[in-house]
């Protein structure tokens, strides 16, 4: 029997992408191939991290106790999980609306393929995150409305690392564009300063919610 490792799950709102403000399930694994220096969950990337072993009946059987209809797998990254690709199918044939929170290194082509493709919101780690020689940009190719490419930026240049991939890979005739500020390092004004400056119509500013809604460092929220 296969079992995730699973450092943290608990219900909120989607404090993030399209569908901010709804109620999901969060299931968070452990360990990640990249270290961003601005990385607000570092504590679950090691593997010597504390976590659960859980199967896939564990968790849906927590998922239907909590009648909870969207579910946000995260980490971590939570594609290198082993046996990722068949929770997302036991999800999926389950009727839960699955969306994966990718770091944008992780090629997408074999998820793509799912008979219950999940929705993708896929980072493109921005230069002063430090990651951005990892970034695979076949995926571009690869992305459907239900999908969303999320730049989070700590600065102006940044900002315009993020416009050029934007026009370069045609993001916008894929699916949505999200700027997030990297917490606490650029002002968010800044960021729609950015936005009317270059007649940005493209690009939607996002706040991480659950950062304003409870303590920016509470775990489980
Ligand atoms: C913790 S990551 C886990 C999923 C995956 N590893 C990734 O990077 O997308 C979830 C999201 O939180 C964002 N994030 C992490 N630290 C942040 C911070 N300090 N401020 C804003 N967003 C942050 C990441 O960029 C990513 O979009
Ligand atoms: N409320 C809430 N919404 C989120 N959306 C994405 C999250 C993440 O850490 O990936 C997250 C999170 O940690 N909490
Ligand atoms: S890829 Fe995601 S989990 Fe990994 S260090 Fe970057 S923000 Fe953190
Ligand atoms: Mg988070």
Known sequence: ???????????????EGQKAGE???????????????????????????????????ELITWLTEHKIKNVTLTG???LLTKGIDIFIESLGSSGFSVEIETNGSV????FHNLLHRPAFT????CPDSGMEQAMC???????LSKDTVKFVVSSIADLEKARTICTHYKIADHCPIFLSPVFGRI????????????HWNEARLQLQMHKFIWPPEQRGV
């Open 1 to 15: 029997m296969i079992t995730y490792p699973v450092v943290e799950k608990f219900i909120s709102i989607n404090g």
């Open 23 to 57: 109620l999901a399930a969060f299931i968070r694994m452990r360990g990640c191939n990249l270290s961003c220096n601005y990385c607000d969950t570092s504590w679950a990337n090691t593997m010597d991290c504390p976590c659960e072993f859980l199967s896939t009946e």
């Open 76 to 78: 971590g990254e939570p």
């Open 107 to 110: 090629a997408l082509d074999c």
């Open 122 to 125: 896929m980072d493109y780690k």
């Open 137 to 143: 940009t076949d995926n571009f190719s690869l992305l």
């Open 187 to 198: 002002d968010p004004k800044e960021i729609v300063e950015y936005m009317i400056e270059h």
